[in-house]
């Protein structure tokens, strides 16, 4: 290794090194310290890991993982901290609120990821392009980025309560008739990639008559794919091999 690219590494883990300082004794479990590190640097094969493993410290995958979200959640918060658009302070307010929920314990890490990361793409989207905050330009971000949808609920009653005269609602997903949707699947889709799990739901119910108020509750850690053209789904109430 060159001189200067050397010392440019070990520049790189001054961070990581204070931080470690503040918690001798479990950094290896804290998440706020493995987030200083980049994602390579976690991998199993990594030099650090390797090194961490020569002195007897093995982090746990749970632990990696967390310091994932960590990463996610610091990046969201940078872009929410950001004094830009007309809009940044209840932007800034939403993130101290959801940090105090998480601080007191009322919400897990993941749950604090999936707030921050919707509330940190929703501002860049209206920013970028000077959009008002209506319900226009928010019906065009859940266009353009469904898979929001789920955690956006509590950024619009936020953003209501700071601007009581927006009144933002958060559309109603049009139901899809199953039959439309695992034709349209075979159609246009079965030769180029497995089915999502709006598809999955679609032949559970149009092709294994499963009621939909079952199928709406199943969720994508329950889909395992046997095949190229067959899953099964597996839940705690059922089991069923789907072939498509």
């Known amino acids: 290794m060159q001189p200067v690219v050397a010392s440019s590494k070990v520049v790189s883990y001054v961070s990581f090194f204070a931080m470690v300082d503040l918690n001798p004794s479990g950094w290896w479990t ?3 310290v493995l987030a200083t590190l980049g994602k ?3 991998r199993h094969d990594s030099l650090p890991r390797k090194f961490f493993r020569s002195l007897g410290i093995d982090i746990s995958r749970s632990a990696i993982t967390n310091a994932t979200l960590k990463r996610c959640i ?3 918060v940078d872009a929410l901290s950001e004094l830009n658009g007309h809009y940044y302070e209840a932007f800034i307010g939403y993130t101290e609120y959801y940090d105090n929920k998480y601080s007191s314990g009322t919400i897990t890490l993941q749950t604090l990821k999936q707030a921050l990361s919707t509330a940190a793409s929703f501002k860049t989207y209206i920013t970028s392009a000077n959009m008002p905050l209506t319900q226009r330009t928010l019906d065009s971000f859940l266009k353009n980025k469904p898979g929001h949808r789920a955690a956006i609920s509590s950024l619009v009653s936020y953003l209501n309560r700071f601007y009581p005269e927006v009144r933002l609602a958060v559309p109603a997903l049009r139901y899809k008739n199953p039959k439309h949707v695992v034709r349209n699947y ?7 990639r497995p089915p999502n799990l709006t598809e999955i739901k679609a032949m559970l119910e149009y092709l294994h008559n499963v ?12 889909v395992q ?3 190229k053209d067959s899953l099964l789904v597996d839940t705690p109430r059922y089991q069923y091999i789907v072939s498509y």
């Open 74 to 76: 610091n990046n969201a």
């Open 30 to 32: 804290d998440c706020d």
């Open 225 to 227: 794919f046997m095949s």
């Open 211 to 222: 009621p939909r108020q079952l199928s709406k509750t199943i969720t994508i850690k329950e």
């Open 40 to 42: 390579g640097e976690l």
């Open 186 to 192: 075979i159609e246009y889709h079965r030769h180029k």
